[in-house]
């Protein structure tokens, strides 16, 4: 089956001219059919559009160009990334039919590298959430067991890119939203430095927070997608000046010598046992490579989830003020008057989450709350950066669990969000602090659910964070996929 292959694989069969590229998006559309009742990763399908984009990667096959890694290949976008002349809904109802008139960056540099889009996955409402359930769309459910989430926000790509539905995808990253689900779908997910991936197309949420990232079906991808996406955008003011560079030269370097920190406070309440069973079998692989093991502390890691639901929700509801039904989105037309026009547009438009966390953004940012909220948990986000730095005079990479606990079932947390929140808890600091971090899998739960471990690296250390976790990966040699009945 061409759709179980990676990009890798796929470009290989291109160049020797023994598959066409119609046929890979064929044969996804073919498995999409299969699977996507069950799954439900997808807002809008794109087919017709993949086709001819397929059609023109052969034409440049034909006529002999040096194609790139992706040329040909299917992607699946985030419904979060603006598409022109796609609908791009960030799975809101206050969006339920914007069609965007420009290409968000990253997908400009995917279509010049040639890519075909399959189609907008779903989500969270605007990244709010750890498990997509707080789509206004539809539950996106995990391959691996479909009684269970896929994580979140970007739940849809994880949950496509493991079933097969797409051969790999973007997500957005906001507190975790790359790496849980690809922990929870047993695929990869790499969050880059903040600053390293134009955020230029991608509907904020929070502004100093979000970035865009691949999930992926091996390491090996999760570098060819990155060269192309990352690097410097003027049209985006925290993009970082760096030149562009191929993640994909030194994967096959060895990891000798390099020092890798274990976290003393990561052993927290709550952690399952399984969870911490894999992580400390990854550590050992890690060691039998050559790594050096040593401990190193992060003494405010207990507070990031706090400062994260301060900081995030803050950043938010500045950034959704704009969601008014007065220049595009949904409008509620019984308003009598602007006002009541305003309220009724936003709170009809709007799901539960999206306004618990507008309305706690808006409370921080009040007359006579901000010192005593903004303001102190910006102080303390300074502070989990400098513990981070710190830790890196003594280390090279940092390993963590990326979720103290493999997928839990649709609904289970649903109703009491501070539950959610803390699903966070190993994702969030390192948003906090702009670092790039990858999630890889490492092992099952005994109920065969995938648990992942999370490698997190200094600023603008995806090079070799991304040699780390492809020896990591080669070595482990997970090869576990989900066992999602065919019709």
């Given at each position: 089956?061409?759709?179980?292959?990676?990009?890798?694989?796929?470009?290989?069969?291109?160049?020797?001219?023994?598959?066409?590229?119609?046929?890979?998006?064929?044969?996804i559309?073919?498995?999409?059919?299969?699977?996507?009742?069950?799954?439900?990763?997808?807002?809008?399908?794109?087919?017709?559009?993949?086709?001819?984009?397929?059609?023109?990667?052969e034409?440049?096959?034909?006529?002999?160009?040096?194609?790139?890694?992706?040329?040909?290949?299917?992607?699946?976008?985030?419904?979060?990334?603006?598409?022109?002349?796609?609908?791009?809904?960030?799975?809101?109802?206050?969006?339920?039919?914007?069609?965007?008139?420009?290409?968000?960056?990253?997908?400009?540099?995917?279509?010049?590298?040639?890519?075909?889009?399959?189609?907008?996955?779903?989500?969270?409402?605007?990244?709010?959430?750890?498990?997509?359930?707080?789509?206004a769309i539809?539950?996106?459910?995990?391959?691996?067991?479909?009684?269970?989430?896929?994580?979140?926000?970007s739940?849809?790509?994880?949950?496509?890119?493991?079933?097969?539905?797409?051969?790999?995808?973007?997500?957005?990253?906001?507190?975790?939203?790359i790496?849980?689900?690809?922990?929870?779908?047993?695929?990869?997910?790499?969050?880059?430095?903040?600053?390293?991936v134009s955020?230029?197309?991608l509907?904020?949420?929070?502004?100093?927070?979000?970035?865009?990232?691949?999930?992926?079906?091996?390491?090996?991808?999760?570098?060819?997608?990155?060269?192309?996406?990352?690097?410097?955008?003027?049209?985006?003011?925290?993009?970082?000046?760096?030149?562009?560079?191929d993640?994909?030269?030194?994967?096959?370097?060895?990891?000798?010598?390099?020092?890798?920190?274990?976290?003393?406070e990561a052993?927290?309440?709550?952690?399952?046992?399984?969870?911490?069973?894999?992580?400390?079998?990854?550590i050992?692989?890690?060691?039998?490579?050559?790594?050096?093991?040593?401990?190193?502390?992060?003494?405010?890691?207990?507070?990031?989830?706090?400062?994260?639901?301060?900081?995030?929700?803050?950043?938010?509801?500045?950034?959704?003020a704009?969601?008014?039904?007065?220049?595009?989105?949904?409008?509620?037309?019984t308003?009598?008057?602007?006002?009541?026009?305003?309220?009724?547009?936003?709170?009809?438009?709007?799901?539960?989450?999206?306004?618990?966390?507008?309305?706690?953004?808006?409370?921080?940012?009040?007359?006579?709350?901000?010192?005593?909220?903004?303001?102190?948990?910006?102080?303390?986000?300074?502070?989990?950066?400098?513990?981070?730095?710190?830790?890196?005079?003594?280390?090279?990479?940092?390993?963590?669990?990326?979720?103290?606990?493999?997928?839990?079932?649709?609904?289970?947390?649903?109703?009491?969000?501070?539950?959610?929140?803390?699903?966070?808890?190993?994702?969030?600091?390192?948003?906090?602090?702009?670092?790039?971090?990858?999630?890889?899998?490492?092992?099952?739960?005994?109920?065969?659910?995938?648990?992942?471990?999370?490698?997190?690296?200094p600023?603008?250390?995806?090079?070799?964070?991304?040699?780390?976790?492809?020896?990591?990966?080669?070595?482990l040699?997970?090869?576990?996929?989900?066992?999602?009945?065919e019709?």
């Amino acid at each position: 089956m061409l759709a179980g292959k990676a990009i890798h694989e796929l470009h290989e069969l291109l160049i020797k001219k023994e598959i066409r590229p119609q046929e890979i998006v064929e044969d996804i559309f073919k498995r999409i059919k299969q699977a996507e009742e069950k799954v439900k990763a997808y807002i809008t399908l794109t087919e017709e559009m993949a086709l001819k984009q397929a059609q023109e990667a052969e034409n440049r096959l034909i006529k002999g160009e040096n194609i790139s890694f992706l040329t040909g290949i299917p992607l699946a976008i985030k419904d979060n990334i603006c598409t022109n002349g796609i609908k791009t809904t960030c799975a809101s109802k206050i969006l339920a039919d914007f069609i965007p008139p420009y290409d968000a960056t990253v997908i400009k540099q995917l279509k010049a590298a040639g890519v075909v889009i399959i189609g907008k996955t779903n989500m969270d409402e605007f990244a709010m959430g750890s498990s997509t359930e707080n789509s206004a769309i539809q539950i996106t459910h995990n391959p691996w067991d479909l009684e269970r989430v896929p994580g979140g926000s970007s739940g849809g790509s994880a949950a496509a890119v493991a079933a097969d539905e797409c051969i790999a995808a973007l997500g957005s990253d906001t507190g975790g939203s790359i790496r849980q689900p690809a922990s929870f779908c047993g695929v990869v997910g790499l969050k880059p430095t903040y600053g390293c991936v134009s955020r230029f197309g991608l509907v904020a949420f929070a502004s100093s927070l979000d970035q865009i990232g691949p999930l992926t079906k091996d390491v090996t991808d999760a570098a060819i997608l990155l060269t192309a996406i990352a690097g410097h955008d003027p049209n985006d003011s925290t993009s970082a000046p760096m030149k562009k560079e191929d993640y994909t030269q030194n994967l096959h370097k060895e990891v000798k010598k390099l020092r890798v920190g274990i976290v003393r406070e990561a052993m927290i309440e709550g952690l399952a046992s399984e969870v911490k069973t894999t992580v400390e079998h990854g550590i050992k692989v890690l060691s039998d490579l050559g790594a050096e093991v040593i401990e190193v502390s992060l003494p405010h890691l207990d507070y990031a989830v706090a400062v994260y639901y301060i900081i995030a929700p803050a950043e938010a509801s500045s950034n959704l003020a704009r969601y008014d039904g007065v220049k595009y989105g949904f409008r509620d037309k019984t308003a009598k008057n602007l006002f009541e026009m305003y309220c009724q547009t936003r709170s009809q438009g709007f799901g539960a989450e999206v306004k618990r966390r507008i309305m706690l953004g808006t409370y921080a940012l009040s007359a006579g709350y901000y010192d005593a909220y903004y303001k102190k948990a910006s102080q303390v986000r300074t502070l989990i950066k400098q513990d981070f730095l710190h830790a890196f005079e003594q280390c090279d990479f940092i390993i963590t669990p990326v979720a103290p606990t493999p997928a839990f079932k649709i609904g289970e947390k649903v109703d009491d969000p501070l539950q959610m929140y803390l699903s966070d808890i190993f994702t969030i600091p390192i948003n906090l602090a702009g670092l790039p971090a990858i999630s890889l899998p490492a092992g099952l739960s005994k109920d065969g659910l995938p648990i992942g471990l999370q490698i997190i690296g200094p600023h603008f250390s995806e090079a070799r964070l991304l040699q780390v976790a492809y020896q990591f990966e080669q070595a482990l040699d997970f090869k576990e996929k989900p066992k999602l009945e065919e019709d």
